[in-house]
């Protein structure tokens, strides 16, 4: 009794590389975003329009008699000696807007008088 014998021949194909490697189409993408994100840091997210207050909620800035320096007061509390409420419509809010900028450069008096700051640079 004569059996033939049947071979088969399988060709698998290994690779030595991970199933997560990148691709050569996966490279501008990933470029892509690294720079987004660095671009975003390095500008300080300024398309957001964020600003930050002058002072929290419940309190109320007050202007340095005589200098440009400013200090916060819980709106329960007069200012303390050396203080005085910045005048009506001209306090600043939060940083760096209108009023902010102008009070680096002007200050109060002694009797309440709007004058230029002598600190002032």
Same mark, same amino acid.
């Given at each position: ?19 997560? @490697? ?8 990933? $470029?892509?975003? /690294?720079?987004?994100? *660095?671009?975003? %840091? ?28 400013? @200090? ?8 303390? $000696?050396?203080? /005085?409420?910045?005048? *009506?419509?001209? %306090? ?30």
């Amino acid at each position: 009794m004569h059996t033939k014998r049947l071979e088969i021949t399988v060709n698998v194909t290994r690779t030595n590389r991970p199933a997560t @490697a990148f691709r050569a189409g996966r490279i501008p993408v990933v $470029a892509a975003l /690294a720079c987004a994100a *660095a671009a975003t %840091v390095l500008t300080g997210c300024a398309g957001l329009g964020y600003q930050e207050n002058i002072c929290s909620n419940g309190e109320y800035p007050a202007l340095s008699v005589g200098g440009t320096g400013s @200090a916060c007061f819980s709106d329960k509390e007069e200012p303390s $000696a050396g203080y /005085a409420r910045y005048p *009506a419509g001209k %306090v600043p809010r939060q940083v760096d807007d209108k009023w902010d900028v102008y009070w680096r450069t002007h200050t109060l008096d002694k009797d309440g008088k709007i004058i230029a700051a002598p600190d002032a640079g």
